[in-house]
């Protein structure tokens, strides 16, 4: 019997229960490598998701930088546009142009640098062509329109560190017309998030003495007679609100960082929030308070309500501030005018806005006496021109980048603070100031330098004088500052 038989055999006589044993195996190995290929297709499709996310998050970043920088040298051609159209602004109205506000027309500008849609409304609108432009445009996404809010049209809580009582005096008396005055009474009358009671004065006092460097309570009182005076800490020092609460934090007694920073400060939960201080998140320009900023509020940009508190903080017993109707009218005639000039600088100057709220001068102030506005007497009239100003030189910048995909769309939002206050005219060294001051400094040293430097010159060339020269210091301060502004606050959402 040959081998290939005898196993032959010995396989007929095997029992039946042994069948189908590889068949299970093979089963089974099936299932184990089913689950090993979905687990394996699940990691790497969530690898793939993030890499993916992580990819259109960083280029709709960039979106959004580039609409930062595009509005920064959006801004930085004001002074450009302004010296351009001053000669027909003098011959028309006899003065010197106003700031011109070109950074409300970023849509209009800018839409030849997003992407091939919004080039596209850019060019049935102007009737141009951008298909021989090169590198001009975005691919793979775009950003939304920028949206520029002026700081320096908002009331600065950051103002009394200084150090000064009259800095301090002022942004008390602003706080208390933004939201002291008689018709907010009712959102005082119940107690806050903290169980606490805090009225308009503990709260103006809250926010002064979280920002300030002394340990002395903040007086927040509105003028009582037509004379201001300096405002002085009282003898009580700060009180330990926030420990008896419990709050692991105390008193900053240094600058705001960020606006965010006052839901720390005592009294401002979410309805005082609401009310007075970013009445709507989706619209950044109705914001009313700022940690940026100049400190005097510019009266051209500012919006209603933050231009009522300036008005109130001056005036408390004004209609305006006790009478519902009259703020109505207030409110309205503004709004008129603003909608008549089409963002147009309504006030020349400072003083322009007063005699406007006194029923006098030209244009607005005609308007709010023809609607029914009361005028207002100011108790210091002198002192509220101070607080004010008709020019912007801090800007906030909101800007958001997007990339759509197949199923989702990725959003970046980039909040940008710019300071143009060091900022040198774009296109020059230096700007016109600088360059006049330098001027005068070597026209006035070069004739009592003239003799010294003949004698040195020959003994020592690198000694000898060119005019116009300017000191290291002079040169520093003109090499680093930006045309573009400097950034001061930057956040990525």
């Not at 109205?93 to 596209?120: C, G, R, T, Y």
């Not at 018709?183 to 009671?197: K, L, M, P």
């Not at 103006?204 to 007086?219: K, N, Y």
């Amino acid at each position: 019997m040959t081998a290939y038989q005898r196993i032959k055999k010995q396989v007929r006589r095997a029992p039946r229960s042994r069948r189908g044993v590889a068949l299970i195996l093979v089963l089974g190995a099936l299932v184990i490598l089913t689950v090993f290929a979905t687990e394996l297709q699940e990691r790497t499709a969530t690898t793939m998701a993030a890499s993916t996310a992580d990819r259109d998050g960083l280029k709709a970043e960039y979106h959004a930088r580039s609409s930062v920088n595009l509005t920064r040298l959006l801004i930085a051609t004001e002074p450009l546009v302004r010296k351009a159209i001053d000669p027909l602004f003098r011959a028309a109205m006899k003065s010197p142009a106003p700031q011109i506000p070109v950074w409300k027309f970023s849509e209009l500008v800018l839409a030849p640098f997003n992407d091939a849609n919004h080039s596209s409304e850019f060019e049935s609108l102007t009737g141009t062509h951008l298909d021989q432009s090169k590198s001009l445009g975005l691919s793979g996404g775009y950003f939304e329109y920028p949206t520029v809010v002026e700081e320096d049209a908002l009331i600065n809580v950051n103002s009394a560190v200084l150090g000064d009582p009259q800095s301090a005096r002022s942004l008390s008396q602003k706080l208390l017309g933004l939201y002291g005055v008689p018709t907010y009474a009712e959102f005082f009358q119940d107690a806050d998030s903290d169980g606490q009671y805090s009225d308009p004065s503990v709260i103006c006092s809250a926010m002064i003495d979280w920002a300030d460097f002394d340990e002395q309570t903040a007086p927040c009182e509105p003028p009582a007679s037509g004379t201001a005076t300096a405002a002085k800490p009282t003898d009580s020092g700060e009180d330990n609100y926030y420990q008896t609460l419990g709050l692991k934090y105390q008193r900053k007694n240094a600058p705001y960082d960020s606006i965010e920073e006052l839901r720390l400060v005592r009294g401002v939960g979410d309805e005082f929030w609401g009310n007075f201080v970013d009445p709507d998140p989706n619209d950044p320009s109705k914001r009313t308070l700022t940690v940026w900023g100049q400190g005097k509020v510019n009266v051209n940009s500012a919006n209603e309500q933050t231009l009522l508190a300036v008005v109130c903080s001056g005036a408390p017993e004004a209609p305006v501030c006790n009478d519902v109707e009259q703020m109505s009218i207030f409110l309205t005639s503004l709004a008129l005018a603003r909608q008549i000039t089409q963002g147009a600088p309504l006030f020349k100057t400072p003083r322009a806005f007063i005699r406007a709220m006194q029923g006098k001068g030209k244009g607005v102030g005609p308007l709010f006496a023809a609607l029914g506005l009361e005028p207002v007497e100011f108790t210091n009239a002198k002192q509220v021109t101070k607080s004010i100003t008709t020019e912007s030189r801090v800007f906030s910048i909101y800007a958001e980048g997007v990339v759509p995909g197949r199923n989702r769309e990725t959003r970046t939002r980039i909040h940008t603070v710019i300071d143009f206050r060091s900022a040198n005219e774009l296109g020059a060294n230096t700007n016109d100031q600088d360059n006049s001051d330098l001027n005068k400094d070597a026209q006035s040293s070069s004739t009592a330098k003239t003799s010294d430097a003949a004698k040195k010159s020959t003994a020592d060339p690198s000694t000898s004088s060119t005019s116009g020269d300017a000191t290291p210091e002079q040169l520093a301060a003109a090499m680093a500052s930006d045309p573009t502004g400097v950034i001061i606050y930057h956040r990525v959402e």
